[in-house]
């Protein structure tokens, strides 16, 4: 697949460009609209959604408590069902700024891509110097010490007894 955008060849559908990080759209799949949205646009409507199941769930074990908190012939699973909506709310919440945080991630990220910059894959920093990607994997660099390693061994001369 071709970018629209830059032309780079070689590149996968439903993926960002590699080169200008456009995002792809698969042909393929976008007639039926699954492939065609960049996830920025899906961790918007995840975060949406958490928002509102969390309020929703929040609200429905307000409203359960508020029922039937100190009544005596209030049922167990009513209190059981309270508490499991706050677990509810919890998770939801905690979904929502997950979500913050991986949008503040991709606005960032996208606003440095260049061609001349490759992706460091251990912290998603862009790099701009080969050597650093080599320093940040914790391995020498190709030209790094070259002069020592391309040094001759001693060797050792045959015996006597095995020239033959």
């Known amino acids: 697949m071709f970018c629209p955008n830059c032309g780079s060849a ?48 929040f609200l429905s074990a307000i409203a359960l408590y508020a029922t039937f908190l100190g009544k005596e012939n209030a049922p167990w699973p009513v209190y059981f069902a309270g508490s499991t909506l706050l677990i509810i709310t919890v998770h939801q919440t905690i979904s929502f700024f997950f979500g913050t945080g991986l949008k503040r991630q991709f606005k960032r990220g996208r606003g ?29 660099s190709v030209i790094e010490d070259t002069t020592e390693l391309l040094e001759t061994a001693p060797v050792e001369k045959p015996r006597l007894s095995e020239r033959g």
């Open 10 to 57: 070689d590149q996968k559908p439903s993926a960002y460009c590699r080169q200008c990080g456009e995002w792809l759209v698969d042909p393929k799949k976008s007639a039926s609209g699954r492939g065609s949205h960049p996830p920025e646009q899906r961790i918007k409507v995840m975060m949406a959604f958490s928002a509102v199941n969390g309020i929703l769930a």
């Open 112 to 140: 440095k891509t260049n061609r001349a910059l490759e992706p460091d894959l251990t912290t998603g920093k862009l790099i701009d110097n080969p050597d650093e990607a080599y320093q940040l994997a914790g391995q020498p």
